[in-house]
């Protein structure tokens, strides 16, 4: 029976034999699509920095093509660290100012409409983010909205659900405008596009469908987050990398995962999820990351809802009947 006992060692895997794996599962993917190599776009985060040295490995640096993808919004570090890795693997790479495309179709614009609902002085240089509350208490998920004056000042209010969701849905272009710039590569190369969430991301629906939830192949969505820096350490990518904070880098304030979905930091997520796929209780899990039970019941049930709530975002589209000469993999 499983154990929680022993915390993080439950995992712990072997690198060499998962990087070997995985690489394998792209080689094959490649050849039974006939795709030539592999289009990567690289945040400087954690996950895209390990599927682009888990690539580079399958496929070489020449047959990779690296996208530095950056809008008004970015962090600096960002660009610098996505080519920091670059360098380090040895690719490639073409960097794309998305902001002109963003602001052509609307994504500002539309963000900052809802945004002034709140706070009707809001201004294109003041920064803003949202951040979820309520459910991790045991209460209904709610939303509140946080902004920043020029001169530094945060204000904050509870975030009505039509602002929040047409402020989510204006976001929501990064991505997909990110991912439109990689199917234009992969197309240009005939080349695979790489998918990058990790385990907690693919299983709790955090992405955006049709946006970085698009890909020909997602080769690290079976590992937690803990396992992914592990490869990356074991992969020897520059320590900058190695020791990043997960970010959402999707709005003008800093905002960390936890923040915006997650019930918790994304080590003890991870922990958590583990727990919940091997029936331990609750009450285990509690003492594991030190937590009251009454939250760790909580965390569970949260982990249940985000499942139920984001099945869409996992439904291949339905067909009215069943086109049967079409043969899909499962």
Not at 154 to 168: D, G, M, N, S
Not at 237 to 250: K, R, S, V, Y
């Amino acid at each position: 029976m499983a154990s929680l006992s022993s915390g993080n060692q439950v995992l712990e895997l072997d690198c060499d034999g998962e990087i070997e794996r995985i690489c394998h599962a792209l080689q094959e993917y490649s050849r039974k699509y006939r795709r030539r190599g592999a289009v990567i776009a690289m945040s400087g985060g954690i996950d895209s920095s390990v599927c682009a040295a888990l690539c580079t490995k399958a496929f070489g640096p020449k047959r990779i093509q690296a996208l530095l993808l950056p809008e008004q919004d970015s962090s600096h570090s960002s660009s610098s660290l996505g080519g920091m890795l670059a360098k380090h693997l040895g690719l490639d790479y073409i960097a794309t100012d998305l902001s002109p495309a963003l602001e052509a179709i609307g994504c500002y614009q539309w963000r900052d409409d809802a945004i002034r609902t709140l706070f009707p002085d809001y201004q294109q240089d003041w920064k803003s983010k949202i951040v979820i509350s309520g459910g991790a208490k045991g209460g209904f998920h709610y939303f509140r909205l946080i902004v920043q004056t020029p001169d530094g000042e945060l204000l904050e209010k509870r975030l009505p659900h039509k602002a929040y969701l047409q402020i989510v849905a204006a976001t929501n272009f990064k991505q997909r405008i990110r991912k439109t710039i990689e199917y234009f590569h992969a197309d240009r190369l005939n080349y695979s596009v790489i998918g990058t969430p990790n385990r907690v991301e693919y299983d709790q629906g955090f992405f955006v469908k049709n946006g970085d939830g698009s890909a020909d192949i997602k080769p690290i969505s079976h590992l937690y987050k803990t396992q992914v820096y592990a490869l990356a350490r074991h992969m020897e990518l520059p320590e900058a990398i190695c020791t990043t904070t997960p970010t959402t880098d999707t709005y003008s304030l800093p905002q960390g995962q936890d923040e915006f979905y997650y019930a918790l930091p994304y080590d003890k997520m991870d922990l958590a999820l583990w727990a919940h796929n091997n029936n331990i209780s609750a009450m285990e899990l509690s003492r594991v990351i030190h937590i009251d039970a009454e939250q760790a019941e909580l965390v569970y049930a949260d982990i249940e809802a985000k499942r139920n709530a984001t099945q869409y975002l996992h439904a291949r589209p339905v067909l009215v009947e069943a086109v049967t000469e079409i043969h899909l993999d499962s």
